[in-house]
């Protein structure tokens, strides 16, 4: 199984200010890495697929990078409403899986 | 629009069985692959189960293997989830999503609580 390790677990940030999150592999998932946002109480919500193509009606303040084993999610000035948690996911191989998250949150 | 709306969580005792359902709609279901994603109550996300477009292959997490089936019937646009010896560990939020380069639509999710 590969495992996806995510930091920092915790990004305090202040609105305007820029995020950088990052993913980590066990072994290359060659591009197969999506990102997904979560606010509470609700699904999570598909970003970027394929390290960096945003997925639809994504703003462009969201941008991803990487191959192989390392990813970076960009959040280049964070808006209110981005302070959630962040996972990245692989769908190199089954089990497709996920990081345990980044939660951002207001400094 | 697409829509995914999923049923059939509840409260069972250990050992016990749930089937949930998903139906889909807004998209063609025939033609792509289905997930079924769960969550434990303040923690990450875990691919449970995954179905190719006809139903020939199924992968599922080892956790699970045994246990779980999924299923899908293409004519009722529908992705269904077999869960039998329900363990603690299980409860979740259950939520269906359609697989294409990532998961880009979810359903809402429903709650699975196992406990005695």
């Known amino acids: 199984e590969i495992v996806l390790t995510q930091s920092p677990a915790t990004l305090s940030l202040s609105p305007g200010e820029r995020a950088t999150l990052s993913c980590r592999a066990s072994?290359?998932?060659?591009?197969?890495l999506a990102w997904y946002k979560q606010k509470p109480g609700q699904a999570p919500r598909l970003l970027i697929y394929d390290a960096s193509n945003r997925a639809t009606g994504i703003p462009a303040r969201f941008s991803g990078s990487g191959s192989e084993t390392d990813f970076t999610l960009t959040i280049s000035s964070l808006e209110p409403e981005d302070f959630a948690f962040y996972y990245c996911q692989q769908r190199s191989e089954w089990p497709v899986t996920f990081g345990q998250g980044t939660k951002v949150e207001i400094k | 629009e697409v829509q995914l709306v999923e049923s059939g969580g509840g409260l069972v005792q250990p050992g016990g069985s749930l089937r949930l359902s998903c139906a889909a709609s807004g998209f063609t279901f025939s033609s792509h692959w289905m997930t079924w994603i769960r969550q434990a109550p303040g923690k990450g996300l875990e691919c449970v189960a995954h179905?190719?477009?006809?139903?020939?292959?199924?992968y599922y997490v080892d956790s699970v293997k045994g246990r779980f089936t999924i299923s899908r019937d293409n004519a009722k646009n529908s992705l269904y989830l077999q869960m039998n010896s329900l363990r603690a560990e299980d409860t979740a939020v259950y939520y269906c999503a359609k697989d294409e380069r990532g998961y880009g639509y979810w359903g809402q999710g429903t709650l699975v609580t196992v406990s005695s």
């Open positions: 179905i190719k477009q006809d139903g020939s292959e199924k």
């Open positions: 072994q290359s998932v060659s591009s197969y």
